[in-house]
């Protein structure tokens, strides 16, 4: 089932999507630690871990 959101979105487009998705957040945290936010590194290079392991799922490697 597709989501609505994703609705005339070829394949390639949803994972490339993903791929810049997954760069930017393990990017950023792997960044200095932030004065701000102490976790927000942490944070960032799990949704890049989770966001990467969604794109491998979908094209079938094995993570």
Known sequence: MQHPTAR?????QL???LVALSGFFLTTGGQPPADWSPHIRQ???WCGEVTLRWLADRRGWIF
Not at 8 to 12: H, I, L, S
């Open 8 to 12: 005339g979105v070829a394949d390639e």
């Open 15 to 17: 994972d490339a999507a």
């Open 43 to 45: 944070h960032q290079t």
